[in-house]
């Protein structure tokens, strides 16, 4: 499902010239609504050179040690996850009147707007296909979670 009013995302050739280290995008889950400590799974890519990005993965079993894996991946696993997000219009799922919102699961996306503003979304202020959306989103990247890029 896609949005009319969908703001505008960069191009990832937009963060060409950026020092290493920006934010282009976040993912992040875990169960909640139990008793128990649960983990979580989260991805971070950042900005590392004109053809790479920087992508962290950090897990946590809930009661283990956080364990952080880092990955060189190129921009363009950036780029797809950025359609990704354009295709569902998350830009707009904090505008939205009709959200959805689960139970027993935290989604959260931070990704940047054409402005240089972020835009943070949740599984609290999603549309019926916001699960898919999460999903994609994250496999776009998990994709590169292999030992050919690890860093």
């Known amino acids: 499902m896609s949005f009319i009013n969908n703001k505008t995302l960069p191009d990832i050739s937009s963060f060409k010239d950026k020092p290493a280290g920006v ?14 400590e649960q983990g979580y799974f989260e991805l971070v890519a950042y900005t ?28 363009e ?31 959260v996306c931070k990704f940047p707007l054409s402005d240089g503003s972020y835009v943070r979304v949740s ?6 296909d916001g699960t898919a959306a999460f999903r994609e989103v994250s496999g776009a990247l998990c994709a590169y979670c ?6």
Not at 25 to 35: H, I, K, N, Q, S
Not at 91 to 105: F, K
């Open 146 to 151: 292999i030992e050919e890029y690890l860093k």
């Open 77 to 107: 696993a950036v780029q797809n996850a950025f359609d990704i997000i354009s295709r569902y219009g998350m830009s707009d799922w904090n505008d939205r009147d009709d959200t959805v919102g689960i139970c027993g699961m935290l989604f």
């Open 23 to 36: 934010m282009l995008l976040d993912c992040f889950e875990r169960v909640v609504g139990t008793p128990e």
């Open 123 to 128: 599984s609290e202020s999603m549309p019926d």
């Open 48 to 75: 590392e050179s004109d053809t790479h990005a920087l992508l962290e993965k950090s897990t946590d079993g809930g009661t283990e040690n956080e364990r952080k894996t880092s990955y060189l991946i190129p921009v």
